[in-house]
T-cell receptor, first 111, second 114 residues
Framework: QKEVEQDPGPLSVPEGAIVSLNCTYSNSAFQYFMWYRQYSRKGPELLMYTYSSGNKEDGRFTAQVDKSSKYISLFIRDSQPSDSATYLC???????????FGKGTKLTVNP | DAGITQSPRYKITETGRQVTLMCHQTWSHSYMFWYRQDLGHGLRLIYYSAAADITDKGEVPDGYVVSRSKTENFPLTLESATRSQTSVYFC?????????????FGPGTRLTVL
């Protein structure tokens, strides 16, 4: 079992839809949870991070972590064609320099 | 140019040849990483380095060699390329100044081994 599982999709939605992207993880030692966004033929870039359980909101994006169920979510409200990308969840243990990535979910937002 | 750069961006080589992928960062970040990204596997860590002359294996190190004589450079060498090493390779760096260890990625090198 991989430490982080993510449905690779692909996911296709109409513009304006609410998008829900999810990951599960197996190691309870993970404390930091991140979402990276990767546009086609580009390197990933950090979109959001959360520490431990809870929600974090940034504009149209909300990151949610439920440590009791080991579930990580990213919600995108009012999705735009510019949100079309691959979204990768990532986790790390406290003090660790290494990140563990999910496989990524490819999202397409259709105008 | 400021940031993290990789060269070449595209490379085609033949089985058995030695190939070196270059990575250069201008931030003086202490940590540097090499990943490969393959369909169905996502990003997998090959090697990483905490500082000059300090390197360590990641998840998939076999067939790869790294060195880090200067903080800003972290080359990755495929000593004898195999078809299974056809992939997109990403270099990343981090200063680990934040507890959540944000990593900054380069644009990637697309390597094809024939």
């Amino acid at each position: 079992q991989k430490e982080v599982e993510q449905d690779p999709g692909p996911l296709s939605v109409p513009e304006g839809a609410i998008v829900s992207l999810n990951c599960t993880y197996s190691n309870s030692a993970f404390q930091y949870f991140m979402w990276y966004r990767q546009y086609s033929r580009k390197g990933p870039e950090l979109l959001m991070y959360t520490y431990s359980s809870g929600n974090k909101e940034d504009g149209r994006f909300t990151a949610q972590v439920d440590k009791s169920s080991k579930y990580i979510s990213l919600f995108i409200r009012d999705s735009q064609p510019s949100d079309s990308a691959t979204y990768l969840c990532a986790t790390s243990k406290g003090g660790s320099e290494k990140l563990v990535f999910g496989k990524g979910t490819k999202l397409t937002v259709n105008p | 140019d400021a940031g993290i750069t990789q060269s070449p961006r595209y490379k085609i080589t033949e089985t058995g040849r030695q190939v070196t992928l270059m990575c250069h960062q201008t931030w003086s970040h202490s940590y540097m990483f090499w990943y490969r990204q393959d369909l169905g596997h996502g990003l997998r860590l090959i090697y990483y380095s905490a500082a000059a002359d300090i390197t360590d294996k990641g998840e998939v190190p076999d067939g790869y060699v790294v060195s880090r004589s200067k903080t800003e450079n972290f080359p990755l060498t495929l000593e004898s390329a195999t078809r299974s090493q056809t992939s997109v390779y990403f270099c990343a760096s981090s200063d680990f100044s934040r507890s959540y260890n944000e990593q900054f990625f380069g644009p990637g090198t697309r390597l094809t081994v024939l």
